[in-house]
């Protein structure tokens, strides 16, 4: 998988439904308040399936690359001859799909497979027996393959697939907008869509001291104010 800030990313958005809340607190009861947020107890929630079955029983959860520990195999990202595929089949329904496809029929006939509990307990059996198979075809061919028996699977991308989706620009995820030094340069859209007040990508990041003669006259500065802190050096060379 591709690295990323999930602490930073998941303690930002519970940031927002916190003072979301309290806006919301605040129309109700008419009450301001402090909030205090952590990446820690945001880490946590943001694993409240698995905590909570965790501290309710005495299953200890184990690391399950990119599948689920709690959840029977076929569930994950498995390697083909050429890129990566995930496929879903660990409810009986979706195992029965799986199992009509003729290159997995001879799993659906092992009785040890017939539960999610048999597919779990097994697990690692499992896996290494599809991940064997997959290796036979490109993902491409698995999708058109798996596809014509409704075996819930897709594509793994990678940025330069992901970013070449039709789906993705027709969402206006890559919009473009002016950098004062890298000129015209392209930037993520926005994740929500509103359809009474669409919002838009705000200016790049500013550079140092950009805006700072601006903020001075705001706050009631006037030029010659401005120019002595300058001498006086209070203000860097770039403000």
Sequence with gaps: TVGAYMADVTG??????????????????????EIEVSLLDSM??????????????????RKSGSGHWLLSQ??????????????????????GRLCR????AHLGADARLATPEGRL??????????QAILLTKTRDEWLEYLGQYDVLCAPVYD??????DPQVHHNQMVVEQEHPQAGRVKVIGLPVKFSATPGE???????????????????GYDAAAIDRLREERVLSAES
Excluded at 21 to 28: E, P, S
Excluded at 159 to 164: I, P, R, S, T, V
């Design 159 to 164: 940025y330069q697939e992901l970013f070449a």
């Design 101 to 104: 496809v003729p290159t997995f």
């Design 121 to 130: 307990e097994h697990r690692a059996e499992l896996t290494s027996a599809l």
């Design 12 to 33: 930002a958005l519970t940031a927002v439904y916190g003072v979301l809340t309290a806006l919301y607190a605040r129309t109700q009861y008419g009450v301001g308040q």
């Design 201 to 219: 990508v705000g200016p790049a990041a500013p550079m140092l001291g950009e805006h700072t003669e601006e903020i001075l006259r705001w706050l």
């Design 74 to 95: 076929p569930y994950g990202v498995y390697h083909t001859k050429d890129k990566d595929l995930a496929v879903n089949a660990h409810s009986n329904d979706w195992w």
């Design 44 to 61: 946590i929630a943001f694993q409240s399936m698995e905590t909570v079955s965790f501290l309710n029983s005495t299953i200890t959860p």
